[in-house]
């Protein structure tokens, strides 16, 4: 596989972090930035910008572009010379028109163009029936769901035994506001992408079913 720079788009629950776990155990070195981590450690580490996000994101909303972009674009601009060579991926981030613009303009003069956008389309039925049963351990983002990914220790992260978290935003009725925001803001991100050349679409219930597809269109770059 060659490497790539991915865009992963998809809405929450539609199984993002799932996916980037997976393809680490296909692609060595896979650096991953998803904003919505970011923001969470911001919050943990009870940081200015913390509290600011943790206003709009236990009410399901998005925060203001200027706070992310500066956010995710600082965190892409530490990565050294050499993960940059390698792959990466940005999940969650850009999730507007403006924020995408914005980041072609720090990677375009870089030469970091993304080399592909993957949009995860999955039916809301499924999100709505897995979200609720989700936790995350907040330092490294990682991802559990107590009815079919569940913990080796209850509450624990497999990797440091530090507690799991559930997320403030994942109750039903943050949920449908997030999906609601998702559908809407997307269409003109999927527009932009489109032109581009940049955008495909894999579609399934489950990652296991999503993951395989991931992988062929990677392997195709
Ligand atoms: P996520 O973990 O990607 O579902 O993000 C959790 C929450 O963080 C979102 O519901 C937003 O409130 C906030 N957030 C994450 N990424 C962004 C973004 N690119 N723009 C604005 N808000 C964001």
Redesign the pocket.
């Known amino acids: 596989m060659n490497p790539f720079r991915l865009l992963l788009l998809g809405a ?1 629950g539609a199984g ?1 972090g799932t996916i980037t776990k997976k393809l680490r155990s296909v692609v060595p070195n896979l650096q991953s930035i ?4 970011l ?2 450690q911001e919050i943990q580490q009870k940081s200015k910008l913390g509290q600011i ?1 943790s206003k ?2 236990s009410r ?4 203001p ?1 200027d706070l ?1 972009i500066s956010l ?1 674009t600082g965190h892409i601009g530490k990565l050294s010379k050499d993960e940059v060579a390698r792959s990466w991926l940005l ?6 028109l403006h ?1 995408a613009i914005a980041l072609d303009s720090v990677l375009g003069p870089r030469g970091q163009n993304l080399t592909s956008v993957i949009e995860l389309d999955v039916p809301e039925s499924a999100i709505l029936g897995r979200i609720e049963t989700r936790y995350v351990h907040v330092p490294s983002g990682r991802i559990y769901n107590s009815s079919y990914n569940p913990p080796k220790v209850r509450g624990k992260d497999d990797v440091t035994g530090e507690p799991l978290e559930k997320r403030s ?1 994942d109750n039903e009725q943050t949920i449908i506001k ?1 999906l609601n925001d998702y559908n809407t803001k997307v269409k003109p991100l999927r527009e932009y992408y489109k032109e581009k050349g940049l955008l495909t679409t894999v579609r399934g219930d489950t990652s296991d079913i999503i993951f395989p597809q991931v992988v062929e269109h990677l392997e195709k770059l």
């Open positions: 929450p993002k998803a904003s919505g981590d923001l969470r996000a709009y994101i399901g909303m998005l925060i572009d992310i995710v999940d969650g981030f850009p999730r507007t924020q935003d997030r």
